[in-house]
């Protein structure tokens, strides 16, 4: 069994910051790759970054810069810093297994930017 547990989200204006965190536990292919996912509004799930076994990290071309996808071995977490948030990253955001992801998902965490 997988369990994705997701927390973090809330509500920020425009420029402001979250964390987000999530704790992988079960089951797991490689708990190396893991990666957030967000999903909009009227809009099909999308990946935001991801970390590989090599230790390497990708990020999607819109966060490039703002956002930062990191892991804290001790404590078996993955967290996604996020900067200068804009009203386009409203969404629910999730992780999962990187690049493949599991056909689970957790509840997620809402992330909304508004003024």
């Known amino acids: 069994q997988v369990q994705l547990v997701e927390s973090g989200g809330g509500l920020v204006r425009p420029g402001g910051s979250l964390r987000l965190s999530c704790a992988p536990s079960?089951?797991?292919?490689?708990?190396?790759?893991m990666g957030w996912y967000r999903r909009a509004p009227g809009k099909q799930r999308e990946l935001v970054a991801g970390?590989?076994?090599?230790?390497?990290?990708n990020y999607a071309d819109f966060v490039k810069g703002r956002f930062t996808i990191s892991r804290d071995k001790a404590k078996n977490t993955v967290y996604l810093q996020m900067n200068s948030l804009k009203p386009e990253d409203t969404a629910v955001y999730y992780c999962n297994q990187y690049p493949v992801p599991f056909d689970y998902w957790g509840q997620g965490t809402q992330v909304t930017v508004s003024s």
């Open positions: 970390t590989t076994s090599g230790g390497g990290t």
């Open positions: 079960g089951r797991i292919f490689n708990i190396y790759r």
